[in-house]
């Protein structure tokens, strides 16, 4: 059984910086697609970031670009974000989500073609 755990949300102010943390477990992703998506309150799930492993690549929304880094370790099986300069808008409940090889070797940003999803961890971040 697949599962994928978040973890490292929480209160941050303005302009500070987080690392979420997906633990992945039931089966390893080296050769699949993986991303974080995030969800606010009264508004649908979006995009952040993500990548395709088999092609080493990575792809961020804009609203995030040039602020956050994806990254992981295969060796642990853990997909990381790294957050800097947050913003308020930035507050939502960010989950992590897997999908299986099958779309070729781009980064997958459509949430309905993910196959395994995180409980997801809150971040808010304070003005």
């Known amino acids: 059984q697949v599962q994928l755990v978040e973890s490292g949300g929480g209160l941050v102010q303005a302009g500070g910086s987080l690392r979420l943390s997906c633990a992945a477990s039931g089966r390893t992703f080296r050769s699949d697609f993986m991303g974080w998506f995030r969800q606010a309150p009264g508004k649908e799930r979006e995009f952040v970031a993500g990548?395709?492993?088999?092609?080493?690549?990575?792809n961020y929304s804009d609203a995030v670009k040039g602020r956050f880094t994806i990254s992981g370790d295969n060796a642990k099986n853990t997909l990381y974000l790294q957050m800097n300069t947050l913003k308020p808008e930035d507050t939502a409940v960010y989950y992590c989500a897997a999908g299986v090889y099958r779309f070729g070797r781009v980064v997958v940003t459509i949430a309905s073609r993910y196959d395994y999803w995180g409980q997801g961890t809150q971040v808010t971040v304070s003005s």
């Open positions: 990548i395709a492993w088999s092609a080493g690549i990575t």
